[in-house]
């Protein structure tokens, strides 16, 4: 059937309508989808699930693994979000309450905690900050740990994700390495950490979370 410029149009308005809980399917490769649970905005939560055609049902993310939450640009809503997921029989998460986040440091926002020059790469260092309920940005969040640190620092700085924006392609990089392989990682935390983990080499290609020099 041919679809019209005027029906593409809202197929996109209704693909970016966010709503806290909503549950959307999203395509990583063609035989490979996952679900995206919307929190407060621009924050999504991926879990350990995924299916080879998209179709969703008789699934309760209280029962899943969640994998990470993550800041996503509206890119994404194009390039990866087939539909929301309105089958009764699906139900999302409850109780994420965990809102701790990593900050990275940089030149010009952070001063002297940045430990780097201008020719250093721009994200090095963080703090952990509790952004609470979403109502606060990063900027305002209260800090609960300033100069995150290895080896001292090495649960929190894994556990917890950084507040740098996703677009499409990282996080569809991301997820799939996490399905073929099992790692959960993002490969940004290898430059704003150096010392985190030793088997960068290994993982190469790493994902497009990086510039193409530094893969």
């Not at 999302?92 to 965990?98: K, S, V, Y």
């Amino acid at each position: 059937m041919l679809i019209t410029p005027g029906q593409q149009f809202i197929k996109m308005v209704k693909r970016i309508s966010w709503v806290p809980s909503h549950l959307v399917s999203l395509r990583l490769r063609d035989d490979l989808f996952t679900i995206g649970q919307m929190l407060v905005s621009p924050v999504m939560q991926f879990y350990a699930i995924h299916s080879s055609d998209g179709e969703w049902k008789n699934v309760d993310l209280n029962t899943v693994a969640p994998l990470f939450r993550a800041f996503v640009g509206s890119v994404i809503n194009k390039e990866l979000v087939e539909n929301k997921i309105i089958d009764e029989t699906v139900t999302a998460r409850i109780g994420l309450t965990d809102n701790f986040w990593i900050k990275p440091y940089t030149l010009t926002m952070d001063g002297s905690r940045y430990r780097g020059s201008r020719h250093s790469f721009p994200f090095l260092g963080g703090k952990l900050i509790d952004l609470g309920d979403g109502a606060i940005g990063v900027t305002l969040a209260p800090t609960i740990k300033e100069d995150l640190c290895l080896p001292n620092d090495r649960e929190l700085i894994e556990k917890y994700e950084l507040t740098n924006m996703w677009g499409s392609d990282d996080l569809s990089d991301r997820l799939c390495r996490y399905f073929d392989t099992g790692i959960n990682r993002d490969d940004l935390k290898f430059e704003v950490f150096p010392e985190l983990w030793s088997d960068r080499e290994n993982l190469r290609p790493l994902t497009r979370r990086l510039p193409i020099p530094l893969r």
